[in-house]
């Protein structure tokens, strides 16, 4: 009934999609790692709520932070004055990010926060072109669309943001050459792409920094995705001790509650956007510094650091990674696992048997992603693991456990990929 209703009213594409990964399902509880549904039956969480739940469902310190907030009868969303909780919060990031990093904007989305720092890369260089990845997700408005170089999201929707352009993965040269042409503002990347998870090698990022700096154009992390946690750092460029100029964090800063977004700067891009003397520029958003999506962000970074969860990410993504891998010698459809902490991709290919070949071909033949779908949806089946495809046409199943899971979950995980793969 549920999923009649969303095909109805809500969104037909969405609901089809999402019809292969449970969205048929009615969940009635979650806690933690787990969802349970009317039955009482336990689903493991192996999806997260895309990147969200780093510290699991329904997170009592989380939970209480909302309660002691809404107790206090605030006042909520004072506009043109200060929110009472932005500050601490704002003070709270400055810490945990590099010291070079003390200027926050609170915004409610992980594509708002991308759109703000595309804008202020503009105005505080006073540049126009923007670079971003092939293959990279950054959003789904237009100037985040624009760096989404992805044709799954960008057919049917141009034109779209001049001036935002697309640079090869993993290959320094093409960066130099885009930067050398001039007028580039900044250069955005994923430190782990989302769609597929991939990781370019270990000189990339230092080599791409470099070159930033060299021809003056901003580097922008986009920790959406990465950030708190996910892949067994605090934030993902730190895999590689880059210093980026400006960081977007949303997703799991939320605590899974009440959407909560930012754009994370130096003082001086901060001033060069807000406080030139030349022109009145004005960001702004309604929403921005609420006391809950303030509170739950406190209570979200309380949480991750108290319950030591980037060391837990680092260590159980390693177990998990191990596990998986070792199916490989049973199951040669297996062509890599990847991934760092808990964001890890098991990727298929070809196998080698007559028989199986023929049914891979017959699968690729109706869809090129229906068969990471089929692992996804038996996952599901067999075993009540949530996953999901890793992007358009690939044959990549893609992992993003809560960053609480243990030697339990991992053994589940793994035993249900053996069933499912056999
Ligand atoms: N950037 C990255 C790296 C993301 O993974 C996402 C969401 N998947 C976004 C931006 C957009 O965030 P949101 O869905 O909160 O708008």
């Keep these: 009934e549920n999923y009649d209703l969303h095909h109805k009213y809500v969104n037909r594409t969405l609901a089809k999609v999402l019809g292969t990964i449970g969205f048929d399902k ?29 510290m699991g469902r329904n997170h009592p310190v989380i939970r209480k932070a909302i309660e002691d907030v809404l107790s206090m009868d605030l006042p909520n ?14 003070e709270k990031v400055a810490e945990i990010t590099p010291p070079h990093l003390d200027a926050c904007f609170f915004c409610n989305s992980g594509t708002e926060a991308v759109e703000g720092a595309m804008k202020f890369a503009r105005a505080s260089t006073g540049r126009t072109r923007i670079l971003s990845l092939a293959g990279s997700y950054h959003g789904l408005s237009y100037g985040s669309l624009s760096a989404t170089h992805n044709a799954q999201f960008q057919e049917g929707f141009g034109p779209l943001l001049p001036g935002v352009e697309k640079v090869a993965y993993n290959d320094v040269a093409d960066l130099e050459e885009k930067l050398k042409q001039g007028d580039v503002a900044a250069f955005i990347a994923e430190p782990v792409q ?24 901003l580097f922008i992390a986009d920790e959406v995705q990465t950030g708190l946690g996910r892949t067994g750092k605090l934030f993902g460029f730190q895999h590689w001790d880059l ?39 004005v960001h702004s958003t309604t929403f921005g510094r609420n006391n809950l999506a303030m509170a739950c962000g406190l209570a979200s970074i309380e949480v991750i650091k108290s319950e030591n969860l980037v060391e837990n990410s680092r260590v159980m993504g390693e177990k998990l990674m191990e596990g998986l891998r ?10 890599e696992v990847r991934g760092k902490g808990c964001m890890i991709a098991i990727e298929f290919q070809q196998p080698r048997s007559l028989k199986l070949k023929m049914a891979w071909k017959a699968i690729h033949k109706v869809d090129k992603g229906l068969f990471a779908q089929m692992v996804v949806s038996s996952l599901l089946d067999r075993h009540r693991i949530l996953t999901h495809v890793a992007g358009h046409n690939m044959d990549v199943v893609k992992l993003l456990p809560p960053l609480i899971i243990g030697q339990k979950e991992i053994d589940r995980c793994v035993q249900g990929f053996d069933d499912v793969l056999q």
């Design 77 to 90: 969303m004072v506009q043109m004055d200060c929110a009472l909780l932005s500050g601490l919060l704002a």
């Design 26 to 54: 009615v969940y009635a509880r979650a806690e933690g790692s787990y969802l349970y549904d009317m039955d009482g039956r336990d689903y493991l969480d192996f999806l997260s709520g895309y990147g969200v739940y780093n």
């Design 326 to 335: 070792a199916l490989a010698s049973r199951h040669d459809l297996i062509k």
């Design 194 to 217: 989302g769609k597929g998870v991939h990781i370019p090698d270990e000189h990339y990022f230092p080599a791409a920094q470099d070159l930033c700096r060299k021809y003056g154009a």
């Design 243 to 281: 210093e980026p100029d400006i960081i977007t964090m949303a997703k799991a800063l939320s605590g899974g509650y009440v959407p909560c977004a930012a754009i994370v700067t130096t003082r001086k891009i901060y001033q060069g956007v807000f406080s030139r003397l030349d022109r009145c520029v």
